[in-house]
């Protein structure tokens, strides 16, 4: 069953009466995404639409404001983005009421990832292509500067997790932080000897994964989930997007899952990228260990806070990273060979 947050019939009709969007014909909820940001799909005589909701804090009117500022950047240059609706008063395409913040898409139909090559490839492309659009984009207001590259706050959540902090039973956690820590340092200490803090930053997606985006033919017709755009080099956007694409799991345990990741999707997403951007050999050099550092930044986090990684077990979870990252070690010549060529 469903969890999470929801809207309220009456905080709809009040809502959806600041847009122009005609007479209402369907609400439907729509079930994916944070379940502290619920969404719903409106059809009306206008078309379908999708709203969603977030809780406001100091600098979430902020950040929801550069989002929109750079999906409409992107939509001038026909880049796929869901088109922001804006209010009966033309304001602007942020509504906020109460504690809450809202936005209004279009909505846009599409097939989720195939996992085909030639979607994997365009998946490449299109995240090159955003990053070239966005070369230059300035805002009164920027997000975050920050990567998984050398971070502070994960060495901080993985000395948690290697602490005695936890509960004795989970010595098994203990060992797997200590392990994960070491090759967290070594990765970043890869990356540093290239000189990576001189490389150039701009906006970056930050969340390139297959759920946020929708395809028609195996070409990208909507980029998804703007919550998570920063200010980092763009080879790290580069280096999660092969691996999200490359990552093979199989729920729910993820013990069970297979160490190696899918080597083809991982070329397949770098050659779409360098289609259109190309890049250097030390830019190429750092991605296996992004890769790493990016693995383990995405799981130590809720795992030092709760235990689990969404709905799995951490100790299980993190043993599963210690794999891979010791898989791209392992397999370091090959792949390097791979990505180079």
């Given at each position: 069953m469903a969890t999470g947050a929801r809207f309220t019939s009456e905080e709809v009709a009040e809502v959806l009466s600041r847009y122009d969007i005609g007479k209402i014909r369907k609400v439907m909820r729509l079930v994916g995404g944070s379940k502290h940001a619920p969404k719903i799909v409106v059809t009306t005589t206008q078309g379908r639409f999708l709203l969603k909701?977030?809780?406001?804090?100091?600098?979430?009117?902020y950040r929801v404001a550069f989002a929109h500022a750079v999906q409409s950047h992107l939509a001038k240059r026909y880049f796929p983005v869901a088109p922001l609706v804006a209010t009966r008063d033309e304001f602007g395409t942020i509504l906020q009421l109460s504690n809450n913040v809202y936005e209004l898409f279009k909505f846009v139909g599409g097939a989720r990832y195939s996992g085909s090559a030639e979607a994997t490839i365009d998946t490449g492309r299109q995240l090159a292509k955003f990053h070239q659009y966005l070369t230059d984009f300035k805002f009164e207001w920027e997000p975050?500067?920050?990567s998984c590259h050398n971070s502070t706050m994960v060495r901080r959540h993985?000395?948690?997790i290697a602490s005695d902090i936890l509960q004795s039973s989970e010595r098994k956690i203990h060992r797997c932080g200590e392990e994960l820590m070491s090759l967290y340092n070594s990765a970043s200490v890869q990356v540093n000897q290239l000189n990576f803090d001189s490389w150039p930053k701009q906006v970056v997606h930050g969340d390139w994964h297959p759920g946020n985006m929708l395809f028609n033919k195996d070409k990208i017709v909507a980029v998804l989930d703007f919550d998570?755009?920063?200010?980092?080099?763009?080879?790290?956007?580069?280096?999660n997007a092969m691996l999200q694409f490359s990552l093979v799991g199989y729920r729910p345990n993820p013990a069970e899952w297979p160490d190696y990741l899918d080597q083809a999707k991982l070329v397949q997403v770098l050659e779409g990228y360098r289609e259109v951007i190309k890049l250097d050999k030390d830019h190429l050099e750092s991605l296996l260990d992004l890769m790493i550092e990016t693995m383990i930044a995405e799981a130590?986090?809720?795992i030092a806070a709760t235990g689990f990684f969404v709905n799995l077990k951490g100790t299980d979870f993190l043993n599963m990273i210690v794999r891979k990252a010791h898989w791209i070690n392992d397999n370091r010549k090959i792949l390097t060979a791979a990505i180079e060529s």
């Open positions: 909701r977030r809780l406001r804090d100091k600098d979430d009117v975050v500067k920050a993985l000395k948690t998570s755009i920063k200010i980092a080099q763009p080879v790290t956007d580069l280096a130590v986090l809720p």
